[in-house]
């Protein structure tokens, strides 16, 4: 901390807003906060300054939407996670600053031209979300439950190495929910649920790493507090959004956020 400027640390405040609300409105708005977190300090170890931030936003995300979570999802998910997280752990064992960036950049703009592509060729066809109710989720035929596994496979895989290399694991997971049909309570609860399980999961890790110390926990101690308002403000705003722009805001964000991280 004693080699942060004030606009820095302010910049890092305004970081940790961010946090609040993409955790209760829009979740892919959290990879501006992860870019900013990897302009300001180095990108390794942004990661783990950030996660006990994002934590402090999970436990609020759950907090407001924990009835909402479709768990069948989430339990198909955890296995592939957990084979990413570990393959994640592997490579920030070995990978610089530049390698942390381009990859989770990289991989961010992808999904996203997949997922548009996706969505595109799906314009004319009827939703297959259900309502927005609690406990509700995607709808499938026996024919299509393995395509699911598959999907959740990847998707699981690709957001465990990203969530652990770098935080960026909400823009896959936002991908995979929208395309799954997810209408916007229960895409933000079960994200509430997933991410509080795999960021707790992740701090022996980074811990392991040596990206969370007394140094990092101390500047988490700063900014946790402007969680709160961005969490607050995110919870006012969600029920403004109607469905179309809350999936158009994750995607906008997401590429948004793997620009800022591919070319800085």
Known sequence: MDTLTLWQLAVLAAASVLVGFSKTAVSGANTVSLAIFAAVLPARESTGVLLPILIAGDVLAVLVYRRHAHWPTLLRLFPAVAVGVVAGTAFLAVAGDDAVRSSIGAILLFM??????????????????????????????????????????????????????????????????????????????????????VNVSKVPFSVGLGLIDARSLLLDACLVLFVLPGAWLGRRCVDRINQKLFERLVLAATVLGGLQLLLR
């Open 112 to 197: 996203s031209g997949v997922t548009i592509a996706r969505r595109r060729r799906a314009s004319a066809a009827p939703a297959t979300g259900t309502e927005e109710t609690a406990q509700d989720g995607p709808q499938e035929t026996s024919r299509g439950r393995g395509a699911a596994r598959l999907k959740a496979g990847s998707y699981g895989a690709l957001g465990g190495f990203t969530t652990m290399v770098a935080n960026a694991g909400g823009p896959v997971m936002s991908l995979y929910l929208l395309s799954a049909g997810f209408r916007k309570l229960g895409f933000l609860g079960t994200s509430a649920w997933f991410f509080l399980i």
